[in-house]
């Protein structure tokens, strides 16, 4: 029995961070994801987590058939995982949107929130129901609750490992959320055998698990699960003929067929079309550079670049172009639905493909260049935005020629620029202003911005870029003389500069990344107008309003506890909250960071994932020891705050005091290994609190499903902010230093109230 309740909250873990990385992958192909709808499902996740853990896994204390309950509530997990799986994939015929086109902030809230509603609620309650029956069989109320956490936080990340590293290089999302569910049904069956002839409750729920099992095996392994699959895959793309639908580590690849045109998908976003692409786009985005440059001979290519750029790259007397693409399979998949101009593209000598993060090639090539095409025409993520910092564009200048030019574009509009996209093209244009001396900037429907360390790429003329196309035997098909001269016409750029005045400079940096702000202000602008204001209001958010918020807070917060004496319990609850919060932007900030200096590397991100977790467990599962030899609980609760309250000083400090010495490949190569013990030192900080907290709860409260429920509840709920706030505001806003002063000062305030209530609880 006791064994069979261990592997059921392993799977419990497992199941867990499986089932919401997977509706997280699902939901931003429907959402064409970006930071934003990234943190509002990991947000809505949390919320209903902690719902579900504390309303419903209260209801526990109600029933005497405990393990009834949880087998129950396991099951209906298991058949409503896959069942969300497929609802994902039609979500938007069912609220009236047509595939292909975007969301605003409203419907991608309410549409992510129904999706996730059933599955987060019931694993939410999976672990109350759990605390519960353990303590049963333990006999300990805290320290069952500190067990039962600890086996959840092994078995996250087990999920999270084997999802990474096996599920999704193998399996398409229905056979893994069919194969998780089998594993629910097994650990489910092997619980409640337990007790099939001590009542008919028991025997009645076995033979459904039995059934479920039974009939979810044969829909895994007999082909069916391929037929529901397509089935789906046709319904989210209704209207469009996919011909292929595939998973990588970074993302989903699809392909649509039209006739003899194939458009390829990365995550919903068209970004590759054959055999013929984007033709205005892709001739001014490269001819117009190359052209700029007297003798553009070596060239380095990032993203973007298969499906017309690379060719149209090709017609000059170029001698090499290194192409680099971070994930593998868009290439493979290209070459599967071959077409002529893809082929010769892919196939040309002097073209060579890198699979690698383009920030980290810039640093480790030898090469130097004549012109670097950035081919991410917006930093929507942190990952893209890498591309658009102070820091890469001083990086590439050092892979410049003399007379080289690095080449972004930006959104932009040849009538008007709204406030959002001002200030995006205004960061990034200052941004470059600070690291190059001579900056050129071509208009349009999107802006091209050139910049070099040389003054010609500012003096070429009209008439010397139509001489240069003659010489070269270039044969754009609209890029024509007239064309030319209507994109350089010097009121084009009077227009654009007069549209960005009034505009505060400000600076694109790795550890203040405003681009990545402006750039989901700009998306919320267009697909959710009503919520500009919101936007705005965050732009303005500055460091010193939290002082004064939480301040004020603390004041209300006390009054109220003096003239009623009903809010000391609630200390606790709040400072498990605020250690949630804390968790969250620990995580944040050290995957923030490393993209930042090392690039998104997939593996070595889950490596930073798990060593958190794997210090919420050793944090966790050392506390549960030593919980009954600890005498002064809430003394040794509170050490702990003042030490999460150190760790996020000396956290941004590290980052920053580094910074400088990276370029040294010792201290390069070495770096990482860093990461890994914050990021597990931050785990064993957070997870040594929850076992604690619960014993000191306890002293007031005799229900342990409830003292459970409300402090698992209250360390989600901080979850919830710290993803929020820390991926929208505060990362993007106010940087990696002053974020992680907003932990400290909302920790200074959770240490007041435990203290000066430490009489009462």
């Given at each position: 029995?006791?064994?069979?309740?261990?592997?059921?909250?392993?799977?419990?873990?497992?199941?867990?961070?499986?089932a919401?990385?997977?509706?997280?992958r699902?939901?931003?192909?429907i959402?064409?994801?970006?930071?934003?709808?990234?943190?509002?499902?990991?947000?809505?996740?949390?919320?209903?987590?902690?719902?579900?853990?504390?309303?419903?896994?209260?209801?526990?204390?109600?029933?005497?058939?405990?393990?009834?309950?949880?087998?129950?509530?396991?099951?209906?997990?298991s058949?409503?995982?896959?069942?969300?799986?497929?609802?994902?994939?039609?979500?938007?015929?069912?609220?009236?949107?047509?595939?292909?086109?975007?969301?605003?902030?409203?419907?991608?809230?309410?549409?992510?929130?129904?999706?996730?509603?059933?599955?987060?609620?019931?694993?939410?309650?999976l672990?109350?129901?759990?605390?519960?029956?353990?303590?049963?069989?333990?006999?300990?109320?805290?320290?069952?609750i500190?067990?039962?956490?600890?086996?959840?936080?092994?078995g996250?990340?087990?999920?999270?490992?084997?999802?990474?590293?096996?599920?999704?290089?193998y399996?398409?999302?229905?056979?893994?959320?069919?194969?998780?569910?089998?594993?629910?049904?097994?650990?489910c069956?092997?619980?409640?055998r337990?007790?099939?002839?001590?009542?008919?409750?028991?025997?009645?729920?076995?033979?459904?698990?039995?059934?479920?099992?039974i009939?979810?095996?044969?829909?895994?392994?007999?082909?069916?699960?391929?037929?529901?699959?397509?089935?789906?895959?046709?319904?989210?793309?209704?209207?469009?003929?996919?011909?292929?639908?595939?998973?990588?580590?970074?993302?989903?690849?699809?392909?649509?067929q039209?006739?003899?045109?194939?458009?390829?998908?990365?995550?919903?976003?068209?970004?590759?079309?054959?055999p013929?692409?984007?033709i205005?786009?892709?001739?001014?985005?490269?001819?117009?550079?190359m052209?700029?440059?007297?003798?553009?001979?070596?060239?380095?290519?990032?993203g973007?670049?298969?499906?017309?750029?690379?060719?149209?790259?090709l017609?000059?007397?170029?001698?090499?172009?290194?192409?680099?693409?971070?994930?593998?399979?868009?290439?493979d998949?290209?070459?599967?639905?071959?077409?002529?101009?893809?082929?010769?593209?892919?196939?040309?000598?002097?073209?060579?493909?890198k699979?690698?993060?383009?920030?980290?090639?810039?640093?480790?090539?030898?090469?130097?260049?004549?012109?670097?095409?950035?081919?991410?025409?917006?930093?929507s993520?942190?990952?893209?935005?890498?591309?658009?910092?102070?820091?890469?564009?001083?990086?590439?200048?050092?892979?410049?020629?003399?007379?080289g030019?690095?080449?972004i574009?930006?959104?932009?509009?040849?009538?008007?620029?709204?406030?959002e996209?001002?200030?995006?093209n205004?960061?990034?244009l200052?941004?470059?202003?600070?690291?190059?001396?001579?900056?050129?900037?071509?208009?349009?429907?999107?802006?091209?911005f050139?910049?070099?360390?040389?003054?010609?790429?500012?003096?070429?003329?009209?008439?010397?870029?139509?001489?240069?196309?003659?010489?070269?035997?270039?044969?754009?098909?609209?890029?024509?003389?007239?064309h030319?001269?209507?994109k350089?016409?010097?009121?084009?750029?009077?227009?654009?500069?007069?549209?960005?005045?009034?505009?505060?400079?400000?600076?694109?940096?790795?550890f203040l990344?405003?681009g990545v702000?402006?750039?989901?202000?700009?998306?919320?602008?267009?697909f959710?107008?009503?919520?500009?204001?919101?936007?705005r209001?965050?732009?303005?958010?500055?460091?010193?309003?939290?002082?004064?918020?939480?301040?004020?807070?603390?004041?209300?917060?006390?009054?109220?506890?003096?003239k009623?004496?009903?809010?000391?319990?609630?200390?606790?609850?709040?400072?498990?909250?605020?250690?949630?919060?804390?968790?969250?932007?620990?995580?944040l900030?050290?995957?923030?960071?490393?993209?930042?200096?090392?690039?998104?590397?997939?593996?070595?991100?889950?490596?930073?994932?798990?060593?958190?977790?794997?210090?919420?467990?050793?944090?966790?599962?050392?506390?549960?020891?030593?919980?009954e030899r600890?005498k002064?609980?809430?003394?040794?609760?509170?050490?702990?705050?003042?030490?999460?309250?150190?760790?996020?000083?000396?956290?941004?400090?590290?980052?920053?005091?580094?910074?400088?010495?990276?370029?040294?490949?010792?201290v390069?190569?070495?770096?990482?290994?860093?990461?890994?013990?914050?990021s597990?030192?931050?785990?064993?900080?957070?997870?040594?609190?929850?076992?604690?907290?619960?014993?000191?709860?306890?002293?007031?409260?005799?229900s342990?499903?409830?003292?459970a429920?409300?402090?698992?509840?209250?360390?989600?709920?901080?979850?919830?902010?710290?993803?929020?706030?820390?991926?929208?505001?505060?990362?993007?806003?106010?940087?990696?230093?002053?974020?992680?002063?907003?932990?400290?000062?909302?920790?200074?305030?959770?240490l007041?109230?435990?203290?000066?209530?430490?009489?009462?609880?």
């Amino acid at each position: 029995m006791r064994k069979s309740l261990i592997f059921a909250l392993l799977v419990m873990g497992f199941s867990g961070i499986v089932a919401q990385i997977l509706l997280l992958r699902e939901l931003l192909v429907i959402f064409h994801g970006n930071e934003l709808s990234i943190g509002i499902v990991l947000s809505n996740w949390l919320i209903l987590e902690a719902f579900g853990c504390f309303f419903l896994g209260k209801r526990i204390e109600k029933t005497e058939r405990r393990i009834e309950a949880f087998g129950l509530v396991a099951l209906l997990f298991s058949l409503c995982f896959p069942l969300m799986v497929y609802l994902t994939r039609i979500i938007k015929e069912i609220i009236g949107v047509t595939p292909g086109e975007s969301l605003g902030l409203l419907p991608i809230l309410y549409s992510s929130f129904l999706v996730l509603l059933p599955v987060s609620i019931l694993h939410g309650a999976l672990f109350t129901f759990g605390c519960k029956i353990y303590s049963q069989l333990n006999r300990k109320l805290a320290s069952s609750i500190g067990r039962v956490y600890v086996y959840e936080t092994v078995g996250t990340i087990v999920g999270g490992a084997v999802f990474t590293y096996f599920l999704i290089p193998y399996l398409h999302s229905i056979q893994i959320a069919l194969g998780v569910t089998l594993l629910n049904l097994v650990s489910c069956w092997l619980l409640l055998r337990y007790f099939w002839q001590r009542a008919a409750g028991f025997r009645i729920l076995g033979s459904i698990t039995t059934v479920a099992l039974i009939f979810s095996s044969f829909i895994l392994f007999s082909g069916r699960a391929h037929e529901i699959h397509w089935l789906s895959v046709s319904a989210q793309w209704k209207g469009q003929r996919v011909v292929h639908y595939q998973n990588s580590i970074y993302g989903n690849i699809a392909v649509t067929q039209r006739e003899e045109q194939y458009t390829f998908f990365s995550d919903g976003i068209p970004i590759i079309t054959t055999p013929t692409p984007n033709i205005a786009f892709v001739e001014e985005f490269v001819h117009l550079p190359m052209l700029l440059h007297p003798d553009p001979k070596e060239i380095l290519l990032i993203g973007g670049g298969a499906g017309g750029v690379l060719n149209e790259v090709l017609q000059h007397p170029v001698k090499r172009v290194d192409y680099v693409e971070l994930d593998p399979l868009i290439l493979d998949v290209l070459r599967k639905f071959p077409t002529t101009l893809t082929q010769a593209e892919l196939s040309d000598p002097r073209v060579k493909i890198k699979y690698i993060d383009g920030r980290l090639f810039v640093k480790m090539t030898p090469n130097r260049y004549d012109i670097v095409l950035v081919g991410l025409s917006s930093p929507s993520d942190l990952q893209v935005n890498r591309l658009f910092t102070e820091e890469f564009f001083s990086l590439v200048k050092g892979r410049l020629r003399e007379e080289g030019i690095l080449v972004i574009g930006l959104p932009g509009s040849l009538t008007y620029l709204n406030d959002e996209l001002r200030n995006l093209n205004a960061c990034i244009l200052n941004t470059l202003k600070g690291v190059y001396p001579w900056v050129r900037i071509i208009p349009g429907d999107f802006n091209l911005f050139l910049a070099s360390g040389s003054r010609e790429v500012t003096r070429a003329t009209p008439a010397i870029l139509s001489q240069r196309l003659d010489e070269r035997g270039v044969k754009p098909d609209l890029l024509t003389k007239a064309h030319i001269e209507y994109k350089l016409h010097p009121r084009r750029l009077d227009w654009f500069s007069s549209s960005l005045e009034g505009i505060e400079a400000k600076t694109n940096k790795d550890f203040l990344p405003l681009g990545v702000f402006y750039s989901l202000a700009y998306w919320n602008a267009l697909f959710s107008p009503y919520m500009q204001g919101i936007f705005r209001w965050f732009e303005r958010v500055d460091l010193w309003m939290f002082p004064l918020l939480l301040s004020l807070f603390t004041l209300i917060f006390l009054l109220i506890r003096h003239k009623t004496g009903r809010l000391f319990r609630a200390s606790v609850p709040f400072a498990i909250a605020t250690t949630g919060f804390a968790g969250m932007i620990f995580d944040l900030v050290l995957i923030f960071a490393f993209q930042a200096l090392y690039g998104y590397v997939y593996r070595q991100i889950g490596l930073l994932v798990t060593a958190f977790m794997v210090g919420v467990a050793v944090g966790s599962l050392g506390m549960t020891r030593f919980l009954e030899r600890i005498k002064r609980d809430l003394s040794t609760f509170l050490r702990l705050d003042m030490a999460i309250i150190l760790f996020s000083v000396l956290l941004p400090l590290i980052f920053l005091l580094t910074h400088p010495y990276l370029d040294r490949p010792a201290v390069f190569l070495i770096f990482p290994a860093v990461f890994l013990v914050l990021s597990f030192l931050s785990g064993l900080l957070i997870g040594a609190e929850f076992p604690l907290a619960n014993k000191i709860y306890l002293r007031t409260s005799q229900s342990l499903s409830g003292t459970a429920g409300l402090l698992y509840g209250a360390d989600l709920l901080g979850g919830w902010f710290g993803g929020i706030l820390g991926g929208v505001v505060l990362l993007p806003v106010l940087g990696l230093l002053k974020t992680c002063m907003v932990v400290v000062l909302l920790k200074i305030t959770s240490l007041i109230l435990l203290a000066t209530s430490a009489k009462r609880i």
